[in-house]
């Protein structure tokens, strides 16, 4: 493997630039959100059959579960958000949930359909947020399913008693 692909792959990403949204009222609560793909483990382990497929540009060992887990985990404490919309999520009772949880986080997962282990998962920040109603909905076309649907997850979030986020 060549080195400095490797430490390219797995080195800290680049800061993100915020967008504002207009017209948001200065004095009015503000709401933090981040979006990220996670790049679930069970498709990054599929790199040597459907690299150019996938579009991966780095070894296998770069994109390997152990090596990205901790960057992952950084990059999305990073930026403080008050809710985490995740997609291509595995590892959800192993890593996510512990893991967001020990930082205050809330949260909940669904998977695809099977055959796919990987699916979408929702945090926000327990001091600032409670979770309400919960919906997932299966996003398929006609009446036959596909290997590839995909699933959303929708959440009533509403502000936590007492917060002033």
Request: proline share 7%; with cysteine.
């Amino acid at each position: 493997m060549r080195s400095s692909t490797l430490r390219h792959c797995s080195a800290d990403l680049p800061p993100r630039r915020w967008i504002h949204a207009p017209g948001t009222p200065p004095s009015g609560r503000k709401l933090r959100v981040l979006h990220w793909n996670t790049l679930a483990d069970c498709l990054a382990t599929s790199v040597p059959r459907l690299s150019m497929k996938r579009g991966f540009r780095c070894e296998p060992e770069a994109v390997a579960w152990e090596r990205r887990s901790e960057t992952l985990k950084r990059e999305l404490l990073r930026y403080d958000p008050d809710v985490l919309g995740l997609c291509e999520v595995d590892h959800y009772e192993d890593f996510f949930e512990p893991e967001l949880e020990r930082h205050g986080y809330g949260g909940s997962w669904k998977r695809k359909r099977s055959p796919a282990k990987d699916g979408v998962a929702v945090f926000w920040r327990k001091q600032a947020l409670e979770g309400g109603l919960r919906r997932a909905k299966f996003l398929e076309y006609g009446p036959y399913r596909t290997k590839a649907a995909q699933v959303a997850l929708l959440h009533r979030l509403r502000p936590a008693e007492g917060a002033t986020t």
